[in-house]
Nanobody
Framework: QVQLVESGGGLVQPGGSLRLSCAVS????????MGWYRQAPGKQRELVAD???????SYADAVKGRFTIFRDNAKNSVYLQMNSLKPEDTAVYYC?????????WGQGTQVTVSS
């Protein structure tokens, strides 16, 4: 069974950094876009960043200049480097992988930015 395995969340102070990782477990082919969404309490899930198969990236305005998304196609993995974290970045972060036949979601990892 194919699934996404996320790691890297946790508690960090404002201004700190975290790196989220998401790996595809199981055999999978023709991965298109990979990305990260987040959902804060009481808010809708929103796109944070994504990266296409030809490495074109896009970012939400709120994270531009602070977050970097990258992928390793050989490992079927995607990463989110988060720097200069702010309390408003606190949320559950979800990995998404888009295929030609649909999308896969990770289970979510909690990121808390607090002093």
């Amino acid at each position: 069974q194919v699934q996404l395995v996320e790691s890297g969340g946790g508690l960090v102070q404002p201004g700190g950094s975290l790196r989220l990782s998401c790996a595809v477990s199981g055999s999978i082919f023709n991965i298109n876009t990979m990305g990260w969404y987040r959902q804060a309490p009481g808010k809708q899930r929103e796109l944070v960043a994504d990266i296409t198969s030809n490495l074109t990236t896009s970012y939400a305005d709120a994270v531009k200049g602070r977050f970097t998304i990258f992928r390793d196609n050989a490992k079927n993995s995607v990463y989110l480097q988060m720097n200069s974290l702010k309390p408003e970045d606190t949320a559950v972060y979800y990995c998404i992988v888009r295929l030609s036949i649909g999308s896969l979601w990770g289970q979510g990892t909690q990121v808390t930015v607090s002093s």
